[in-house]
Every structure is written in C-alpha cells, then in structure tokens.
C-alpha cells in the first residue's frame, strides 16, 4: 500500500550529519558522467551522498562563473543568496571562499538567512535598473537551492544580469570550466578560507526588506486587506518562511504563517507520490497536510524550498491544478492591469494547457509558446513585450502594475498573493473561476507519465523531425501540428508535440533517468485523453522505430 500523502516517519530522515560530512570527504571522479557539474535548465544538481554534490564541485563551479563573468566583462556586485537545505549553507560558504579570493564584490543576506529564489531576482533588476546594458558595473547572482527536490540533495544556479536563469551557452561554457578544473585537481581555483575572511570583506543586503516593500507595485494589497481575505500560507520549510512574516506584519493581512518550523530533514512533509519528501507545492501528495485544512481559511497556499513555485488551495477546489491557476491567472491579469502594454503578450510553456490558449484569444492577446524553461521569457519581460510568462510546473512571473519587470525568475510568494487579490477584487475563488473557464472553453484532462526509453531511444527522440510521425489522426481527429520546434520563439524542444483541435501530446527525453516524459491533454475529457495517451505512445514508438 502506497504511503504517498501520509506524514513522514523517522525512517524516511536524512542524517544531516552525514550529509554534511560526505559534502566535504568524498571527491567526485570526473571520468563518472554522474559525478561532473552538468546545468540542467535550473543549475547544477546533486548529492553529496551520491559524490555528485560536492565542494570540490562548488569551488570549482564557483571558479568557473569568476572566469565566465570576467569574460563577459561584469565588474559589479554578485548577489548570493541559499535556501533552507542541508547542503546550502556548505556551499553558500565554498562560493564565499572563492568570491572572495577572486575579489568579488559578494553581497550575502544582512540577516545571514535564506533567500527565495524571486528575492534574488529582484536583487539583481533593482541593482541594474538604470544601468545600460553595456555597463561593465551591473551585478549577477548565484543562488544555492535545488528547488524542490529532496533533502538529500544540493544546487548550485547562475542568475547573469538580466536577473534570470542562464541560458545554454552560459551554463555549458561554465560546467565545462568547471569540470576542467576539477580534472586539474582544483589548479586554478583561488580560495581564502572562510574562518580567515575579515568582517566586512562580505558584503550585505537585505533581501526580504527590498523584496517586501515593493510588493505594493505589482500586487492591490489595499484590496486584499479591505476584503479580509483570510490567508493561510505555508512555506513547507522553505525559504520564504520569514519573507511571509514581514508580509502579514507590514501590509496588515490577516495572513498566517500556518508552519513556520524549519528542519533539514523536513520531517513535518507528507510524502509525495514515489513515497520519498519533495517540497513540491503543486503535489497533492506533498501538500496533502494543508489541502486538509482547506476550509480553515479562504486562501491557503505554499511554496518550494526556494519559493519558486506556487501551490494554490482553495475550500471548493482543493489543490488546484497548475495549469488550471495559471488560465485563471492570465484571465485575471489582462483585464485588471490597464497600464500593461496594450500588444504585451502572453508566455506559455507548450506543455502547459490549451484552456490558456483559448482564454489569450478570448482577450485579443498574442501567445508566445516557448519550450521548457523559464529563462525562454526573460527578454519578453524585462522589455514588457511579454507581461506573463508561466510553466505548467507551477512557476510564473508577471509584470509591476506600470509594465515594468518584477522578475526576471519565477516568483511563488507573488503568485499566491495573486490568489488572494483575485478572490477579493472578484469575489470568487480562483477554482470558481477556473469552473467558468472550463465551461466555457471545454473540460481540461491533462497528464504527465513516463515511459521506459534506452539512451539511444531518447537521443532520437531529442532530434525527431515532424517528417517522421507518419500518421494522420489522434484519437479521432484530424492532427493539425507536428513541432520540434516551439512556435513562439523556433527554439528546439528537444522531443516532438503533436496537436488536433480538442488535444495535443509531447514527449522529451528525460535528462537524467532512462525513461521519456509524456505529456498529454484533452478537452473531450479523461476517457478521449487516454486515447490520446495511448496513441502518442504508438507514435512516438512508431517514430523511434521501436
């Protein structure tokens, strides 16, 4: 019987201690693909456990974004920022060590505590906000977080100074420095160590006391507090746990931090789905504990470990759907931010929901449909072409009231308080209006699965052309589109995406197990969907020559 959504037990713990010590004892062998520094599309992850989340990995990693700016010609200061894992404040120190033996500018938290991913963001933006592009003196930033994945594991991301996430050629120029210096027995790392830096020799700023002040330019905050929107937010042991504090104080909401403790071992979550702790706010596993308390406040919400992600509860709906919140979203956005751009358009992952399509035509609104990964809307949003961009993980960011960029990285603490402007200036929760879209625009069935797939059947799939899907017809009706490439921007997928009128599917290789992941909708409903599924299936085989 599966233990997902039941509470965590003593045995499910990590040993910090362990954890820990293996981050600074065990050596990774680079000739072990597992064991280099590889960036996916968030930074480089792993555990120290498993000899892949290491210090030799972050001093040269660190080493290897001095070299990487200094190449780009930066000179100004570099924003650090950790999160509450075990592993985060090991590295935030390993990155201190070599920023500061390189001479860096650093600025850490004035109050040595955890910085959300989005704080960083803004960090940067309000730094660079009237700097030229071409200005050697703008800052970037490094944040340590492995978002929401497991105690057990670390990571180590790169913000550049447009405040996002850094693009491929930026990361893969920087894991291969880094991997270099790791073949090289750290030659060419610089470091001081940590106990001999001097006080003041690291900079300071305060993250949260910027980030919550200028919520009032992005969010009606006067509006959730004069409708009494009852909040209840919980940070599921993550960085924003002190961010939510300030909030409730500052702006006078009836808001409660409903879990402020804060454990390594997070041993307060639910387990999610495999039976294992992820602090992943969109799981009805993870958030099972909250979604218990749904009918205990009007809004209930939660964040990840570094607060990039949004989890939405309400008492009529539940958890509701990632995909389902940000058609509500953008719904919401376009007709209550009259100084946004009047051709700003809309961002979307294609991979999240066709109800978002159908709600940005309804608005007379353009769809830029970009592949996996956030950093795809990052020139829509600092210029205000794009005023929101969202990924169906549950991630989004949108622009201030007067169209100017917020941040540049997703930002959960603003998409749940969007959640509480919503329901007090419309007066229905975001699940009530989701059931009025959905009415409208037809039922969503939507489904992510893995399938099995060898090294060879993925490296295919990652470089399929439309040439090859053969057929004609999904599940009934007539095929409109095969994509390799995103529509929005003719940048590659990395897989395949197959639409009709009323369903699509895509499939890309997983890039770190031996499987594809599949991602399906219909608007016809669950039965129609598994048709869907079950033809996608066949077609991507049949496309693979399996």
Request: aromatic share 8%.
């Amino acid at each position: 019987m599966s233990r997902a959504g039941q509470p965590a037990e003593a045995s499910d713990l990590i040993d910090i201690d362990e954890l820990i010590a293996a981050y600074y004892d065990r050596r990774p062998d680079p000739s072990v693909a597992a064991q280099r520094v590889a960036f996916g599309t968030s930074g480089h992850r792993g555990s120290s456990l498993s000899s892949s989340f290491n210090e030799v990995h972050i001093l040269a990693t660190t080493q290897a974004i001095v070299d990487y700016r200094a190449a780009q010609g930066i000179t100004g200061p570099l924003f650090l920022g950790r999160d509450t894992h075990g592993l985060s404040r090991p590295a935030e120190r390993s990155a201190i060590e070599v920023l500061v033996a390189n001479g860096i500018d650093v600025r850490a938290d004035s109050r040595d505590a955890w910085v959300p991913t989005p704080a960083l963001s803004h960090a940067i933006l309000a730094y660079n906000r009237d700097r030229d592009e071409a200005d050697p003196g703008r800052a970037d930033g490094i944040v340590v977080t492995p978002s929401h994945n497991p105690p057990r594991d670390g990571g180590f991301k790169y913000n550049p100074p447009h405040g996002g996430p850094a693009d491929t050629d930026a990361t893969g120029w920087i894991a291969d420095r880094a991997n270099a210096l790791i073949e090289a027995n750290l030659e060419g790392v610089q470091r001081t160590r940590f106990a001999d830096i001097v006080e003041g020799r690291v900079g300071t700023y305060d993250f949260r006391e910027n980030y919550v002040a200028d919520l009032a330019d992005i969010i009606d905050i006067d509006a959730i507090r004069k409708a009494g929107v009852r909040i209840g937010a919980d940070p599921l042991g993550g960085a924003s746990v002190e961010y939510w504090a300030l909030i409730a104080e500052k702006y006078g909401l009836d808001l409660t931090v409903v879990n402020p403790e804060v454990d390594p071992t997070w041993r307060f979550m639910t387990l999610d789905w495999d039976e294992k702790i992820r602090m992943d706010p969109s799981s009805p596993s993870a958030m099972a504990a909250l979604v218990a308390r749904r009918h205990e406040y009007d809004i209930l919400t939660g964040n990840d470990a570094d607060a990039d992600r949004h989890g939405i509860v309400t008492p009529d709906g539940g958890l509701m759907n990632p995909n389902h919140y940000l058609a509500v979203a953008i719904d919401y956005l376009y007709a209550h931010r009259p100084n946004w751009r009047a051709d700003a358009a809309v961002g979307k992952t294609l991979v999240s929901s066709m109800i978002i399509d159908r709600v940005v035509e309804a608005l007379g609104r353009r769809l830029v449909e970009v592949p996996v990964g956030f950093k795809w809307f990052v020139p829509g949003l600092i210029d205000g072409s794009v005023a929101f961009g969202g990924e169906e993980s549950a991630g989004a960011s949108f622009l201030r009231f007067d169209g100017t960029v917020w941040t540049t990285d997703k930002d959960g603490i603003l998409l749940c308080l969007l959640a509480s402007e919503i329901l007090a200036v419309t007066g229905k929760t975001p699940s009530q209006r989701y059931a009025e879209l959905e009415a409208e625009y037809g039922s969503s069935a939507y489904q992510r699965v893995d399938a099995p797939a060898t090294p060879e059947q993925k490296a295919a799939l990652a470089r399929l052309a439309p040439e090859a899907v053969t057929a004609t017809e999904l599940a009934g009706e007539p095929i409109t589109a095969k994509l390799s490439h995103a529509p929005g921007n003719g940048a590659a997928i990395g897989g395949l995406k197959v639409q009709t009128a009323h369903a699509w599917f895509a499939a890309r290789p997983s890039g770190t197990e031996d499987v594809y992941k599949l991602y399906a909708e219909s608007l016809r409903g669950p039965e129609h969907l598994a048709e869907v599924q079950a033809e996608a299936r066949a077609v991507v085989a049949a496309a693979l020559g399996a």
